[in-house]
Structures are given as structure tokens and as C-alpha cells.
């Protein structure tokens, strides 16, 4: 029997770029030939869904919008082209929401570089509403033993950092420094870093954050604000004090980002990740060159990167901390993520 899909819904809704965000009762859309329609059970927060709503990147969104990129559901409708899943499995929204399928990048699964891509709660309504819209071809197939809430925060946060890891070339025993550990792509890192067989070095501050970390198994914690000197206490940590192989950075600030091409090991591999607004990268040139290190930026990850990520999560190797509350608070978690006070992910019911 299909199941019952109401007329309305619960939607975290925003008219102008800095908000106010509002909770309210919107329409439930219909899906198109190519499209499923997914009843979002858990829905996590991401910082970019912060920077969407202030306006922080030189990209605008959609207005008015609703927020969200890691929605795991059920898929209660689909259209007419759609057979590559069934009413009744269980699916994910994520950022890519979808994409031409027809240019170079598209057709070398490299589709997060797609001149003309669809981004869940940026260019077209994401997650944080209670039946979201997504392309069949771009939706995240989620196996039934995998909880939603604790899938929820893969979709984004997990697809992007197993994916930088990928990107940093770091092999087994090797050690990948994570800047920005402690909150939800650190967190995830961590535990893809440690199933990949890396060693990690977290850094992040406050003692909320180094106790997850060290839960999580990090090698060693530094506190960026207690520490004298980053770049030295980064190289201490590592054997012969050579620096990590990796720095995967996802903090959401700029400092880190002039201070990784220092610290990591020749050879290395810089991975930026985060998104802080107008920041800029530095790096000394003598120190580049001489170290021959290599500086890259990690954008989310394609489809088969996608399907991996959720693999490990599939088989019990990512245990990331993460918060429930309503889909009715989001405000106070973002009011809380403003401030760092976040430690993990928050993953949103949407019942609530
Ligand atoms: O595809 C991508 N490249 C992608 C995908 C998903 C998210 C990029 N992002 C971006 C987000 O837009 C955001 O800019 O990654 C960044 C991190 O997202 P998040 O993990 O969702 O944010 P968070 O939970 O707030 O964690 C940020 C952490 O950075 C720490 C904070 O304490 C917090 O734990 N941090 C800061 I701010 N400054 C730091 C510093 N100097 C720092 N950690 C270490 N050193
Ligand atoms: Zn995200
Ligand atoms: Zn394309």
C-alpha cells in the first residue's frame, strides 16, 4: 500500500540571507519524472547550513530557502523515469542533490565539480523540512540495519571527509593532523582516518572536545588556544618530529589555514575542507618548494564516494558522537555552533 503523504509539513523556512529562521507549516511538493520525494526522518546540521543562512560565501542561495544536506529518510514517492530505487527504501539528501550527468566532470565521476549543480538547502530546499525533493540519480541508498539518526550525519560530513582522506593520499600508519576535530567533520574524520589505519593527531580547543577526541582515539590532542606555538607542538607529535603526512583541515577559521603548509611533513599533503568566509590560504614558498608539499582543496565526494562512506558506516566502523533534538530548535544549534560549543554533530528529528 503507498503510504499516506499529507498536503502540509514541518519546515525550518528562511525569507532573507541572516534570517530569521522560522518554523512553519509549508506545502509538500510533488516530485518530477527524475525525482523521489523522501519523508526526512533525521536531518544533521552542518556548518554550511550557518554559512547559507548569513550569506558568508561569494555564492548566493535560493530564497526563501529551506536549510539541510544530510537528510535520511524514506522514500514515499517517486516519478516516472525512476527506477533505480523503490517506495519504501530507505534514502539520504545530500549536498550534491543532483547534477547534468552530461558534462566532462559528470561523465568522469567527478560530478561535485558540475558547472550546473543542484545543492540540497543552497540552490534548491534541503532537509530541514519533513519531505524534501532530491534527483533519483544523485540520492544516497542507505541500508535498512543502518539507524537514521546515526546515518544522518555520513551524508555530508562523512562522503566529505573520507573523501579528503582519499584526496590526502596518506596510507596506513601514516599520521593525518585534523584541524577541527572536534566538531561534526572532525569528529567523523577521526573515525575514517583511524579505519583507513591512520594515526591522528586532533586539534581543536576546550576539554569537552579533547575528551571526545581522545575517546575517539586520537594519537594526541592540541588545544590551539592553550598552545604556544601550533605549528612546533603539531611536529612534536609526530616521529622525529617531522610533521603529520596530511593535514585535513575543517576548522572554520582562517589561522589554520596559514599555518598548515608549515607544519606538515615533507612530501605532505595540505587537504582544505572548511569553508571559513573570505579566508585565504598561505603558505611560505621557500618552505613549498624545499618541502616539496602539495595543497589541495576537497570538495564533498561523487557517488561511489558516497556509497563507500556509508559502507564503513554500514559495518560499524564510525561511531561519531552526535546530539538529537527537535527539527524545531535548529536556531539554538545553530546559536551553539556560532559559538563552538558544539562538540560532535546535532542530528535533528523532524517529528519534534
Ligand atoms: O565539501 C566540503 N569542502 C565541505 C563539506 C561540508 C562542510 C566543507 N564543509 C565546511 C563547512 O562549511 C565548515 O566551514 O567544513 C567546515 C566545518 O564544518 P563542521 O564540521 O560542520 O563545523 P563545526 O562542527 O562547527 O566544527 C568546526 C570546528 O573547528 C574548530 C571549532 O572549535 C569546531 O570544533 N576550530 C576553529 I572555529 N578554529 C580552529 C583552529 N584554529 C578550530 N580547530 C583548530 N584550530
Ligand atoms: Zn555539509
Ligand atoms: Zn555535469
Known amino acids: 500500500m503507498a503510504p499516506e503523504i499529507p498536503k502540509e509539513q514541518w519546515a525550518q523556512v528562511f525569507e532573507k540571507t541572516g534570517g530569521p529562521i522560522e518554523y512553519k507549516k509549508i506545502p509538500v511538493q510533488?516530485?518530477?519524472?527524475?525525482?523521489?520525494?523522501?519523508n526526512i526522518k533525521y536531518?544533521?546540521?552542518?556548518?554550511?547550513?550557518l554559512h547559507a543562512l548569513k550569506?558568508?560565501?561569494?555564492?548566493?542561495?535560493?530564497l526563501p530557502l529551506v536549510g539541510g544536506h544530510e537528510g535520511a529518510g524514506?522514500?514515499?514517492?517517486?516519478?516516472?523515469?525512476v527506477d533505480s530505487i523503490e517506495i519504501g527504501d530507505h534514502a539520504g539528501v545530500k549536498w550534491l542533490n543532483g547534477s547534468c550527468l552530461a558534462c566532462d566532470f559528470c561523465m568522469q565521476a567527478d560530478e561535485p565539480l558540475c558547472p550546473n549543480p543542484l545543492l540540497s538547502g543552497y540552490?534548491?530546499?534541503?532537509?530541514?523540512?519533513?519531505?524534501?525533493?532530491?534527483?533519483?540519480?544523485?540520492?544516497?541508498?542507505?541500508?535498512?540495519?543502518?539507524?537514521?539518526d546515526g546515518v544522518a550525519p555520513v551524508l555530508c560530513a562523512g562522503i566529505t571527509v573520507y573523501k579528503g582522506l582519499k584526496e590526502s593520499g596518506a596510507k596506513p600508519g601514516e599520521t593525518v593532523a585534523i584541524v577541527g576535530a572536534g566538531g561534526g567533520l572532525g569528529s567523523l574524520a577521526q573515525q575514517y582516518a583511524k579505519a583507513m589505519g591512520l594515526k591522528v593527531i586532533a586539534i581543536d580547543t576546550g576539554d569537552d572536545k579533547k575528551k571526545m577526541c581522545e575517546e575517539l582515539g586520537a594519537h594526541a590532542y592540541i588545544d590551539f588556544a592553550k598552545s604556544k606555538d601550533v605549528v612546533k607542538d603539531v611536529q612534536n607529535a609526530t616521529e622525529g618530529g617531522l610533521g603529520p603526512h596530511?593535514?585535513?583541515?575543517?576548522?572554520?577559521?582562517?589561522?589554520?589555514?596559514q599555518q598548515?603548509?608549515?607544519y606538515v611533513r615533507p612530501r605532505g599533503t595540505v587537504v582544505a575542507i572548511g569553508l571559513p568566509a573570505g579566508a585565504f590560504l598561505k603558505a611560505p614558498v621557500?618552505?613549498?618548494?624545499?618541502?616539496?608539499?602539495?595543497?589541495?582543496?576537497?570538495?564533498?565526494?561523487?557517488?561511489?564516494?558516497?556509497?563507500?562512506?556509508?559502507?564503513?558506516y554500514r559495518r560499524g566502523l564510525i561511531k561519531a558522537p552526535y546530539k538529537i533534538a527537535g527539527l524545531s530548535e535548529l536556531q539554538s544549534v545553530f546559536d551553539k555552533m556560532e559559538k563552538g560549543d558544539i562538540t560532535g554533530r546535532y542530528v535533528l528529528d523532524t517529528s519534534k
Request: aromatic letters at 8%; a negative charge.
Open 30 to 38: 510533488k516530485p518530477g519524472p527524475d525525482e523521489v520525494l523522501i
Open 74 to 81: 524514506v522514500v514515499v514517492a517517486k516519478g516516472d523515469l
Open 246 to 257: 596530511a593535514v585535513l583541515l575543517v576548522a572554520v577559521s582562517e589561522k589554520p589555514f
Open 260 to 262: 598548515a603548509a608549515e
Open 286 to 312: 621557500f618552505g613549498t618548494v624545499v618541502k616539496m608539499i602539495t595543497i589541495k582543496g576537497s570538495y564533498v565526494g561523487n557517488r561511489k564516494d558516497t556509497k563507500e562512506a556509508i559502507e564503513f
Open 123 to 148: 540552490t534548491v530546499d534541503g532537509s530541514f523540512q519533513q519531505y524534501c525533493i532530491a534527483k533519483a540519480a544523485h540520492v544516497a541508498h542507505i541500508p535498512k540495519e543502518c539507524p537514521l
Open 55 to 62: 550569506g558568508d560565501w561569494p555564492l548566493e542561495t535560493k
Open 43 to 49: 536531518t544533521g546540521v552542518c556548518h554550511t547550513d
